[in-house]
């Protein structure tokens, strides 16, 4: 396991500026985030020339002793915007086509994964539909993303049809090869307990982490409730090799812009660091 961070944790600075931020933190990876109409390098601009922003952001990241952990795609800034599960068959083209170029921007990076969301349960339907249909778009992600040798997670988030633990579960179990981006404040700030995401840690290709408490999706680690160095071991008895990768934000979404978010990062950065310490010495660096 190694740390990363994302590139959307420090959003008022420049790109290349977080990218050495990054690296100055000792971090050993970038995650990438390409978000709809907020994000440093948004998937509309880079859709336009896919192959010239992959030379430049391979460069910008591997050019400062980065690895890229992981491309994080958000279609919008309103969830159910190109949702993979939208009811209008129009909208789901319009997704398929977004993924097919962050897909290939990925495979491009030469990324090992790539996170998307779930989708949403849409009003007026029921909420089983909306899971089913997401289970149906997701699967043949998932098969394409694999014959470009690219692992495909999702992210159970606040809002998602896979807010609740128990519905992430179903749609991972029935939609095969489909994998997890895990982050436990999402649950913890929706009212679990961090422990009723344990059944999801099996499925888990990447990690978000961040301090939460009921309520609040962002908390200060001085007000924190996730147990991370518990995490950690769960993940490791599963043979997790994958990132954990520090997810502080600053967006004005869940009061995600109510926190120092370099004096956070910093402490979280430490205790994912003194919880891998035990693994580090019993089997080398």
């Not at 489909?178 to 499925?203: K, N, Q, S, W």
Request: charged share 25%; with cysteine.
């Amino acid at each position: 396991m190694r740390l990363a961070c994302g590139d959307h944790s420090f959003p008022l600075l420049g790109h290349e500026q977080v990218c050495d931020l990054v690296r100055m933190l000792g971090f050993d990876g970038l995650d990438i985030g390409l978000m709809g109409n907020r994000s440093h390098v948004r998937p509309e601009v880079v859709r336009r020339d896919v192959a010239g922003w992959a030379g430049r952001l391979s460069e910008r990241v591997r050019g400062r002793g980065l690895d890229i952990a992981d491309v994080f795609v958000i279609p919008w800034t309103e969830f159910e915007v190109m949702a993979p599960n939208h009811p209008d068959r129009e909208e789901r083209r319009k997704a398929a086509e977004l993924f097919a170029d962050m897909l290939e921007l990925t495979v491009r990076l030469e990324a090992r994964g790539m996170t998307t969301v779930p989708g949403i349960a849409f009003p007026g339907e029921d909420r089983k539909t909306s899971l089913a249909r997401a289970c149906d778009e997701l699967s043949w992600r998932v098969a394409a993303a694999a014959e470009r040798g690219v692992q495909l997670s999702i992210e159970p988030h606040l809002g998602s049809i896979a807010a609740d633990p128990a519905d992430a579960l179903r749609l991972v179990e029935n939609t095969p090869g489909l994998t997890l981006t895990l982050d436990h404040g999402h649950f913890v700030a929706g009212g679990y307990d961090e422990r009723d995401a344990d059944p999801l840690i099996p499925h888990t290709r990447h990690l978000h982490a961040r301090g939460a408490v009921r309520g609040r999706l962002q908390a200060p680690m001085g007000e924190n409730a996730i147990d991370f160095e518990r995490i950690v071991t769960a993940l490791a008895q599963t043979g997790y090799d994958g990132w954990l990768a520090v997810e502080y934000v600053w967006v004005d979404w869940e009061r995600c812009n109510e926190c120092d978010n370099l004096s956070e990062t910093i402490l979280l950065r430490d205790q994912l660091r003194a919880a891998l310490q035990p693994r580090m010495t019993a089997t080398g660096p």
